[in-house]
């Protein structure tokens, strides 16, 4: 049956469309407090092939890391410095980082493992180059 109030079904969906518009801007509010999401460049070569000098990131933090994630983590030497490196091991109170390019990369091998409160976020994507972009998963 047809509301005999032409105004009734468009101001259900207006309510509708507010409610799920509170929803959404909720859920966004706490994602960005819960876990932020922030970007980070890959600076020097330790990290190639799989990244390269310049890249431009997405890391989430995560309470939840694995062996193979690459991660952002502060540097032990330069507290203001972000490193970008893959998760080698993995301890209770402690993660042990590695750059894929052993040769050239300064990571747990020099500076031994950091502390889990270091690890800034797991990077989640590559935004760019834009014909690299995509989501990094773990090895």
């Known amino acids: ?9 468009r101001h259900r969906s207006a309510a509708r469309q507010l409610a799920a518009l ?3 801007f ?3 509010m706490w994602v960005w407090r819960v876990r ?23 890391a989430v933090r ?6 193979g994630d690459i991660v952002a983590v502060t540097d032990p030497a330069e507290p203001g410095r972000i490193l970008v490196k893959r998760v080698a091991r993995l301890h209770a109170l402690t993660v042990e980082v590695k750059g894929d390019n052993g040769a050239v990369s ?3 091998r ?4 950091v502390s889990r409160r270091q ?13 690299a972009a995509g989501r990094l998963g773990r090895r």
Do not use: K
Request: a positive charge.
């Open 36 to 58: 932020p999401v922030f970007r980070v460049a890959v600076e020097g070569s330790s990290m190639i092939p799989e990244l390269a000098p310049g890249d431009r990131l997405v």
């Open 26 to 28: 909720a859920v966004v």
């Open 119 to 131: 690890v800034l976020g797991r990077v989640v994507y590559r935004y760019q180059p834009r014909d």
């Open 22 to 24: 509170v929803a959404a």
């Open 106 to 108: 300064r990571d747990s």
């Open 62 to 67: 995560l309470p939840v890391l694995e062996v």
């Open 110 to 113: 020099a500076f031994g493992p």
């Open 1 to 9: 049956m047809r509301s005999p109030y032409p105004w009734a079904g």
